[in-house]
């Protein structure tokens, strides 16, 4: 039984693709669960829901998006935030104009935004690294370009849709605890399916393709489909995130929202958080929205000696400095750590 606990050894291939290989894990994501459920609708105020928790929720998700493909599948991109949008302004004009259903507006735009991503994915068909960054940052560009003077998409009013009320199986949500009910249960059920994507074949495909490439086609993985397939979800993921940023909590799909920052954000959101890791896009996105309320609260008592043009910016600075950090000291991220941490609990008392 000792060893199954410390993770090392593996009897059977099932145990070794059991999505909770450990006790540990299973049990701490049950706690998750009902704290999620139960915990938080019972003791947090609307400030902490309406404010914290859903962009949290949301972030995580998108996090996750671009984890699939830059972590997974070693494609970088610096547009994801534009595929935000597009999710954004399609479950809109699904929903508000068309009367299709909330979820499947939401989940219909996910679908739309694959397609779009899809097709913005077909550069690194034949270039990588540098060349790839580059396509995808012009996808942000053009993306934004064509919500804003589109006037079928965004109404020709700088970009923005004001929200419509929103009705889930004849039920309003009104309420800050309603929305964080549709937000959580569409994660739970979106990051599951994530988690079984990257952890069975086409994950192990992804994973080669970002080793070695020319390797991974030597042994039989089709690059140009699975390429493909990780532009395809990670912006499919991306357009739910922002479906549900915009329903939930900006109440309004406006493209200042989604620009070009919000894609570095992303980016370092799964740097910090740990590249290639489910977990690792929690972690970013929970140290991403809570840095800025640290930082006010560290800065309160200094806001009349740091100079103003430090203070507007001090934010950017200290996110940046904190990726070039984690890229020094720990490049896999913070999941990586807390992996440390939970191997040192799991042989607690015995010694290394």
């Avoid at 030597?218 to 912006?235: C, E, H, M, Q, W």
């Avoid at 799909?253 to 896009?281: C, Q, R």
């Avoid at 200094?302 to 000291?329: K, Q, R, T, Y």
Wanted: hydrophobic share 55%; charged share 10%; glycine share 10%.
């Amino acid at each position: 039984m000792f060893y199954r606990e410390c993770g090392n050894f593996k009897d059977s291939y099932a145990s070794d693709m059991a999505i909770f290989p450990v006790p540990l894990d299973r049990w701490g994501f049950i706690v998750m669960l009902f704290m999620a459920f139960v915990i938080v609708p019972l003791f947090a105020s609307e400030y902490l829901i309406t404010n914290i928790i859903i962009p949290f929720y949301c972030f995580a998700l998108s996090a996750f998006g671009l984890n699939v493909l830059a972590g997974y599948a070693g494609q970088i991109s610096i547009g994801h935030a534009a595929f935000m949008a597009i999710g954004a302004y399609s479950s809109f004009i699904l929903y508000g104009r068309y009367g299709v259903p909330l979820i499947p507006s939401i989940i219909l735009a996910g679908v739309i935004t694959a397609v779009v991503g899809t097709f913005f994915g077909l550069p690194s068909l034949r270039i990588k690294g540098f060349y790839l960054a580059i396509s995808t940052l012009a996808s942000q560009f053009i993306i934004e370009w064509v919500i804003v003077h589109v006037h079928w998409i965004s109404g020709g009013v700088f970009g923005t849709i004001e929200a419509p009320e929103m009705f889930v199986f004849g039920i309003h949500l009104d309420t800050p605890i309603r929305k964080y009910f549709l937000v959580l249960c569409l994660l739970v059920i979106f990051m599951t399916i994530g988690k079984n994507l990257v952890r069975g074949q086409l994950g192990r495909n992804w994973m080669a393709i970002r080793d070695v490439d020319y390797a991974a086609e030597i042994i039989g993985v089709n690059l140009y489909r699975d390429k493909l397939i990780a532009f395809a979800v990670s912006t499919f993921y991306a357009g739910i995130a922002g479906s549900l940023i915009t329903f939930c909590y900006v109440g309004a799909a406006n493209i200042e929202e989604f620009n070009v920052m919000t894609s570095f954000a992303l980016l370092g959101m799964i740097i910090i958080g740990g590249l290639g890791t489910v977990l690792g896009s929690f972690f970013g996105a929970g140290f991403f929205i809570m840095l800025p309320i640290a930082i006010n609260h560290a800065l309160g008592s200094f806001m009349d000696v740091v100079p103003a043009d430090i203070l507007s910016n001090i934010e950017s600075i200290v996110f940046g400095g904190l990726i070039v950090l984690f890229l020094i000291v720990e490049p896999y991220g913070m999941a990586r750590l807390w992996h440390t941490i939970k191997d040192k609990l799991r042989l607690w008392p015995f010694p290394y």
